[in-house]
T-cell receptor, first 116, second 111 residues
Framework: DSGVTQTPKHLITATGQRVTLRCSPRSGDLSVYWYQQSLDQGLQFLIQ???????AKGNILERFSAQQFPDLHSELNLSSLELGDSALYFC???????????????FGPGTRLTVL | GIQVEQSPPDLILQEGANSTLRCNFS?????LQWFHQNPWGQLINLFYIPSGTKQNGRLSATTVATERYSLLYISSSQTTDSGVYFCAVERNSGGYQKVTFGTGTKLQVIP
């Protein structure tokens, strides 16, 4: 158990809908990362937050957005869903910034999204 | 952007055999991690190894940052080692640290 939690574990929805995925980082970790794993694209970095602020952006679509709340949990919002958005979405957290210079990432169990 | 290539893409081993997985990256990196994705999809940290050599039980890893590659050694493989092994590198880009995963090595260990 990495200490990172994600809910829900599975999500089935229809095209055009909007969903919210939730992530709670390990206790004390300030950084949260979101990744998408699909069959054709592999593991892709979406976005990083550090202590409530956006820190880095990867291949995140404009239909997707994220935020990190004062209690450090994060949510990834996916809207106008398409069939191609079906994937495993991972959240990771890192202790970097708590006086720790390195950036080892610890992954949650993922949320499997199926868009029908 | 940085390219991360892993080899071999697929590997089948007899239980008890040893293997070496390779990760090549096209530019200098700040960090490198190895992960194992088990058949249930969970990503498990193996090593945080931007340089040097580390060992953890039957697994060890070496990163030669100056030559832009990392190796993961699996000795006395077990069926529970099956899954996909990823390396992930982190590089400063535009003032931000961005993470890029390799395409993975799919390992099957047969009894």
């Amino acid at each position: 158990d990495s200490g990172v939690t994600q809910t829900p574990k599975h999500l089935i929805t229809a095209t055009g809908q909007r969903v919210t995925l939730r992530c709670s980082p390990r206790s004390g970790d300030l950084s949260v990362y979101w990744y998408q794993q699909s069959l054709d694209q592999g593991l892709q970095f979406l976005i990083q937050y550090y202590n409530g602020e956006e820190r880095a952006k990867g291949n995140i679509l404009e239909r997707f957005s994220a935020q990190q709340f004062p209690d450090l949990h994060s949510e990834l919002n996916l809207s106008s869903l398409e069939l191609g958005d079906s994937a495993l979405y991972f959240c990771a957290s890192s202790p970097q910034g708590r006086g720790i210079p390195y950036n080892e990432q610890f992954f949650g169990p993922g949320t499997r999204l199926t868009v029908l | 952007g940085i390219q991360v290539e892993q080899s071999p893409p697929d590997l089948i081993l007899q239980e008890g055999a040893n293997s070496t997985l390779r990760c090549n990256f096209s530019d200098s990196v700040n960090n490198l991690q190895w992960f194992h994705q088990n058949p249930w999809g969970q990503l498990i940290n193996l090593f945080y190894i931007p340089s040097g050599t580390k060992q953890n039980g039957r697994l060890s890893a070496t990163t030669v940052a100056t030559e832009r590659y990392s190796l993961l050694y699996i000795s006395s493989s077990q069926t529970t080692d099956s899954g996909v092994y990823f390396c992930a590198v982190e590089r400063n880009s535009g003032g931000y640290q961005k993470v890029t995963f390799g395409t993975g090595t799919k390992l099957q260990v047969i009894p």
